[in-house]
């Protein structure tokens, strides 16, 4: 089984709607992440959290939210969609280690907003 | 500004050697990520360089010269299956991973 899980992997969504994006991690990291990827751009940082009580704005947090149930869940939330949040979302997970705390990431969701 | 800059793309052939490098510009420094990304794939880790010098992982080599701000990911023995992209991810001083736009990599039988 994946060790970081995102639902749904597609979804196809119109102006305006509100949409949740979920993932779930079963490494037992503190530490988790939300991105998002472009074509030609590199991953830019939507939200990120330390712990269940610890939410942080990344680079581009404007008409996103979150919501950190518990150390295994992390939703993203997109109030009110509008085409260019088109794009594919990852979710990744780390904790400080070995190797200087490398991200495991979701398999990710390509969402679409028309 | 924060800034990460690497080829847009490269073609090499299989069995050979290919370098890509990566020159980096950020508000401190607390280490530097390769991941390699398939097409609609997930970023998998391939290396981590914190202190100068060579990294070596099989096939994989990382160097990174931090007075230069510049690294380098070596591929050595080129497979059909190293066609992908290779994202350069410097951690800065507040420990946020900044990301390069990536590399991609077309290799040629």
């Known amino acids: 089984d994946a060790d970081v899980t995102q639902t749904p992997r597609n979804r196809i969504t119109k102006t305006g709607k509100r949409i949740m994006l979920e993932c779930s991690q079963t490494?037992?990291?503190?530490?988790m992440y939300w991105y998002r990827q472009d074509p030609g751009l590199g991953l830019r940082l939507i939200y990120y959290?330390?712990?269940?009580?610890?939410?942080n704005k990344g680079e581009i947090s404007d008409g996103y939210s979150v919501s950190r149930q518990a150390q295994a869940k992390f939703s993203l939330s997109l109030e009110s969609a509008i085409p260019n949040q088109t794009a594919l979302y990852f979710c990744?997970?780390?904790?400080?280690?070995?190797?200087?705390?490398?991200?495991?990431f979701g398999p990710g969701t390509r969402l679409t907003v028309t | 500004g924060q800034n990460i800059d690497q080829p847009t793309e490269m073609t090499a052939t299989e069995g050979a050697i290919v370098q890509i490098n990566c020159t980096y510009q950020?508000?401190?420094?607390?280490?530097l990520f390769w991941y390699q990304q398939h097409a609609g794939e997930a970023p998998t880790f391939l290396s981590y360089?914190?202190l100068d010098g060579l990294e070596e992982k099989g096939r994989f080599s990382s160097f990174l010269s931090r007075s230069k701000g510049y690294s380098y990911l070596l591929l050595k023995e080129l497979q059909m299956k190293d066609s992908a992209s290779y994202l350069c991810?410097?951690?800065?001083?507040?420990?946020?991973?900044?990301w390069g736009a990536g590399t991609k990599l077309i290799i040629k039988p």
């Open positions: 990744a997970t780390s904790d400080l280690g070995q190797d200087g705390g490398e991200q495991y």
């Open positions: 490494k037992g990291h503190d530490r």
């Open positions: 959290s330390f712990d269940v009580k610890d939410i």
């Open positions: 950020t508000s401190g420094f607390n280490g």
């Open positions: 360089n914190v």
């Open positions: 991810a410097v951690r800065d001083g507040d420990y946020q991973l900044i």
